[in-house]
Every structure is written in structure tokens, then in C-alpha cells.
Antibody, heavy 117, light 110 residues
Framework: EVQLVQSGAEMKKPGESVKISCEGS????????IGWVRQVPGKGLEWMGIIYPGDSDTKYSPSFEGQVTMSADTSSNTAYLQWQSLKTSDTAMYFCARLYGSQLDSWGQGTLVTVSS | QSALTQPASVSGSLGQSITISCTGS?????????VSWYQQLPGKAPKLIIYESTKRPSGVSDRFSGSRSGTSASLIISGLQAEDEANYHC??????????FGGGTRLTVL
């Protein structure tokens, strides 16, 4: 069974950094793109970008380019999403999801990042 | 590319059928073969229920179906049940390993 398990909720202050994770199991992690999706409370889904763990090829949505960094470690089957300097507007739920063909067939449970002074 | 357009909310009575539309610009027309739909129950992660516009993953109820016409796609839910109350998101593959989401539709079962 394909599973994506994300790290726990984070509570940070503006200007701080954070790195959240997404561990895959039940399939060959390096061979499938992993996307990241933002959901502000009460709002819709926003595409942030995607990484191919096999060679770390990364494609960012223009809205998120330069704001976040995606990375992956095939030795631990884990993808990461990090911020260097958080803003209050980064407060949201973040999901990772596997891209299979043209659809996101498996999703992590989500990581809530709260940024507040 | 701009987000796909969905109605903010729809409602239906138990046992009825409802349709949720998903419309994009003419620039998206060529990609409408690859529309997927996701069900998001309150407090949960999205779940794939329709892919490639009309296909259903194994284990998804056949009460869920999808259609496509021109620059729009639709999700049809027949025989509404209480557990169908959720948010539904459409998504179009935009090429180069990226996707576009709709704004989401809240389904209320009366």
C-alpha cells in the first residue's frame, strides 16, 4: 500500500525557519514525482511545485518560486519543504502528494504550519 | 494560468443526484482530457475519486462519475448519502509535471 506520512504541526514566529517532511513507503520512492499543495484555512488547494526524488529535478509554481525550497533524500525516502524566513501569511496546511500519470493518487495527512508573533 | 472555476457550494437531498462543474479558459482546453477530482472530508486530506476525466480508482463508489465537454468537466454524484458531505476539488494537468486546481465546492446534503 502506498503511504505518505508527514511530520507534525509546527508553530513558529515570523522570520524563523522550518523544514517539514513527507516520508513515502509501499513503492519505489525515487521513481515518482512528489508535489506540495498549500491550503489556507477555509480556502481551496494551491499548487506549490514538485520534485523528482531520483535526480532532485524541481519545478516551482511562479507564486512560490523563491519563497520555499523543495528537496528529497532517497536514502530515507523523504521529501522536504522548507522556509528560510516565515511570514504570517505562510500559515496554512501543507500536503504532499504523489503524482501518478496526470493525477495525485496518494496524499499525506497534512502538516499545519502556524506563524504568529 | 488562472485557477479553474467551480461553484462555491451545491446542495442536494438524500438519494438525489448533483453535478459540480469545473470550467477553465480556452488555454486549458487541450488539457481537459486529464481532469481529476478530489473529495476532502472535514479535517482530512484530499482523496482521488476521478482521474482522466471519467475513470474511477479502485475502491471508489460507482455513485461518483465524471464527464468532459469542451473546456469544462463535471463531477456527478448519484444517490446522495450523508457521508458525501465534503469539499470537492477539480484539478487539471497543466503539463511539465504541474497541475491547476479549482477553487473547491462545498457539498451540503440536506
Amino acid at each position: 500500500e502506498v503511504q505518505l506520512v508527514q511530520s507534525g504541526a509546527e508553530m513558529k514566529k515570523p522570520g524563523e525557519s522550518v523544514k517539514i517532511s513527507c516520508e513515502g513507503s509501499g513503492y519505489t520512492f525515487r521513481n515518482f514525482w512528489i508535489g506540495w499543495v498549500r491550503q489556507v484555512p477555509g480556502k481551496g488547494l494551491e499548487w506549490m511545485g514538485i520534485i523528482y526524488p531520483g535526480d532532485s529535478d524541481t519545478k516551482y509554481s511562479p507564486s512560490f518560486e523563491g519563497q520555499v525550497t523543495m528537496s528529497a533524500d532517497t536514502s530515507s525516502n523523504t521529501a522536504y519543504l522548507q522556509w528560510q524566513s516565515l511570514k504570517t501569511s505562510d500559515t496554512a496546511m501543507y500536503f504532499c502528494a504523489r503524482l501518478y500519470g496526470s493525477q495525485l493518487d496518494s496524499w499525506g495527512q497534512g502538516t499545519l504550519v502556524t506563524v504568529s508573533s | 494560468q488562472s485557477a479553474l472555476t467551480q461553484p462555491a457550494s451545491v446542495s442536494g437531498s438524500l438519494g438525489q443526484s448533483i453535478t459540480i462543474s469545473c470550467t477553465g479558459s480556452s488555454n486549458d482546453a487541450g488539457s481537459y482530457k486529464f481532469v481529476s477530482w478530489y473529495q476532502q472530508l472535514p479535517g482530512k486530506a484530499p482523496k482521488l475519486i476521478i482521474y482522466e476525466s471519467t475513470k474511477r480508482p479502485s475502491g471508489v463508489s460507482d455513485r461518483f462519475s465524471g464527464s468532459r465537454s469542451g473546456t469544462s468537466a463535471s463531477l456527478i454524484i448519484s444517490g446522495l448519502q450523508a457521508e458525501d458531505e465534503a469539499n470537492y476539488h477539480c484539478c487539471s494537468y497543466a503539463g511539465t509535471h504541474s497541475v491547476i486546481f479549482g477553487g473547491g465546492t462545498r457539498l451540503t446534503v440536506l
